[in-house]
């Protein structure tokens, strides 16, 4: 018989039920016990019929087919309920015992103590109170009224007594047996109740949660993964399950993952914190936050991890755009004045490490204004982003292109060599600059019907060039002297390159000097007012006295 349950892939000891209901759990106990008892029974029951019949016993051999027969249609009739097929096998147990004290004698009580247990098992307390109380009136009457075989020394004077004394030591020790078994399976229906309403909530709120939940063996493969994770990366619930953290992490965030890992298996941290980015199904890279806890178990063992995954791309989004607002231009996406002004303290510091050059160049557009006046701020912001896009261009890849405000921009180049062939390095790509930006711009500026015309404007530039290198340290000051360079390079006809010297610093500060002497002498008084006569004539005519209004224009 084992080997038919075990051809049918189960087994009565290792059921396929959900043994966490405890009402499933009872179904399949009674099923159990049923197959045992028949099993046993009729072992038993063919000895004791032939032993029976041969003393010609004729009551003990329909007791015993009377209760095989109802035995076997208990187990194998499932159309009545569990209830009553668990009431139908305690009432057989009941008038066994009962049949037997009166019949056999002490061996009864045997099945009387089964009655209240099997009650208790697989109906409840109550039942189980009830059985008991229905023993203690069977042995107290039954025996007392039909002299049941049952010695007690010392009592047999005294048989009222002595029943009382048998009914008093079976029903405590049956009720010790019984009841602890009812309330034990009590307290397990409870538990088991509360488990499973704390799972119900569990699995909605893990089915239900705005964040992707999932549970992962020490291997890191997906147990468990819930319907917002599968929508964070793509993939199908079945599809998922078949793969492991590291399939689907970017290999960039891999060892910093593994690592953390690696950390809270060994119980150093005891959670794990960490930003990374997921390769969805699709192949797109999202970015989650990820918080992970290790389940250990009670002796400590690593058991499995528990991850929550929150979808970061609006936020990630967000950054990207307030990082785009703070560090660049909105008109031509280059980087603005903050972000030139990091990049070139980071290669100041980097030229003083590697003793390289680098170069600014400090470019303006000329006569834009000009242009912007006459065609309208939209064909201006237009060459604008234009002239951007033909500088980056123009330069190496690792070169920033910067865009200060109007139609100003930078250059500047990094890790030159420094020899004496650097500014005509410098010089060749200023070259560039200057035949790029002078080409002509197909420009569409709007016409009154709404139409656009193609037009092809003109526009040079004028550019300023200083270098730098591990001397340097003063980055305002850096592009200061390219601004002054651009503004000899306008001085000197437009669309040309100027190189910054010291004289041209020079020179400004001598201006610079004189303009603030100037302006104090005239607040201090230190200027006179000379009159010088005009005559007029051979006799010398006075004609008149003006003022040197020429100069006093000047200083004014």
Known sequence: ?????????????????????????????????????????????VPSLVLAMKESLWLVVAIDVIALIWLVSI???????????????CALL???GLSFVVRVGPTGQIYLLAFPLMAALLLGLRPALFALALNAVTLMGVGYLSKADFSVPGLEAHPLLKWVVITINFIFVDGVITISSAVLLDGLERSLGRRRDSEELFRTTFENAQVGVARLDIEGRWLEVNHKLCEI???????????????????????????????????????????????????????????????RTPLGEPKYLVAVATD???????????????????????PNRRLLLDRLGHALAGSARSQHLGAIMFIDLDNFKTLNDTQGHDVGDRLL??????????????????????????????????????????????????ATLGRPYHLEPMTGSGRQSANDYHCTASIGVTLFGAQTDNVDELLKQADLAMYRAKDSGRNTIRFFDPDMQASVNARVALESDLRDALQTGQFLLHYQPQLIGEDLRLAGVPASRDLFQLFC
Do not use: C
């Not at 059921?15 to 008892?37: G, K, T």
């Not at 009739?77 to 009553?84: G, P, Q």
């Not at 123009?394 to 200060?404: E, N, P, Y």
């Open 94 to 96: 009941y008038l066994l």
């Open 385 to 434: 982003a234009e002239a951007a896009l033909r500088l980056q261009h123009s330069v190496r890849q690792g070169d920033t292109v910067a865009r200060l405000g109007g139609d100003e921009f930078v250059v500047m180049l990094e890790n030159l060599p420094a020899d004496g062939l650097v500014a005509a390095q410098v010089e060749a790509v200023a070259e560039k600059i200057l």
């Open 75 to 89: 187990w194998r009739t499932r159309a009545i309920s569990f209830r009553a097929r668990a009431w139908n096998f």
């Open 233 to 295: 990366t793509g993939y199908r619930h079945d599809e998922l399950l078949k793969l492991r953290f590291h399939d689907i992490t970017h290999p960039e965030d891999l060892g910093a993952d593994v690592a953390g890992t690696r950390e809270l298996m060994n119980g150093k941290v005891q959670s794990l914190d960490r930003e990374k980015r997921y390769i969805r199904k699709d192949g797109e890279s999202i970015w989650v936050h990820i918080r992970t806890s290790l389940i």
């Open 1 to 45: 018989m084992l080997s038919w349950f075990q051809s049918k892939g189960s087994s009565p000891f290792s059921p396929r039920v959900d043994l966490e209901d405890i009402h499933a759990w009872r179904e399949h106990v009674l099923s159990v016990i049923l197959l045992v008892a028949v099993v046993l029974g009729s072992v038993v029951a």
């Open 312 to 334: 970061m791309s609006e936020r990630k989004q967000a950054e990207e755009a307030l990082h785009k607002l703070a560090f660049y231009d909105p008109l031509t996406q280059l």
